[in-house]
């Protein structure tokens, strides 16, 4: 499985992204968002399951959407309103297990991207 992020960048705080995550395996898998901010530990965002059902921290909870489109194999995540505090590498991840939070429950990792939000 391949997992290839795209989307990311600089934004003023307050402003939107939308991240985008194409898979080349998609339907046996739980995918989800984690973030990696600068001299911290990886943390969940956002996950679904094949369903479509979803689940988020309470730090993205109100302002992140995760969703997917099944014929195009992606998943994508809506960010809006975005603090300061959500500068990180975002990585997609995907794992056979189940919906978590925990980055640990995740074996097949995208190459990551940049968000960048100013104050």
């Known amino acids: 499985v391949q997992l290839v992020e795209s989307g990311g960048g600089s934004v003023q705080a307050g402003g939107s992204l939308r991240l985008s995550c194409t898979t080349s395996?998609?339907?046996?898998?739980?995918l989800a968002w984690v973030r990696q901010a600068p001299g911290k530990e990886r943390e969940g965002v956002a996950a679904?399951?094949?369903?479509?059902?979803?689940y988020y921290a309470d730090s993205a909870k109100g302002r992140f959407t995760m969703s997917k489109d099944d014929a195009k194999m992606t998943v994508y995540l809506q960010m809006n309103s975005l603090k300061p505090e959500d500068t990180a590498m975002y990585y997609c991840?995907?794992?056979?297990?189940?919906?978590?939070?925990?980055?640990?429950?995740?074996?097949?990792w995208g190459q990551g991207i940049r968000v960048t939000v100013s104050s």
């Open positions: 991840a995907a794992g056979p297990l189940a919906l978590s939070m925990d980055p640990g429950w995740y074996n097949i």
């Open positions: 395996e998609y339907t046996y898998y739980y």
């Open positions: 679904i399951d094949r369903d479509g059902t979803t």
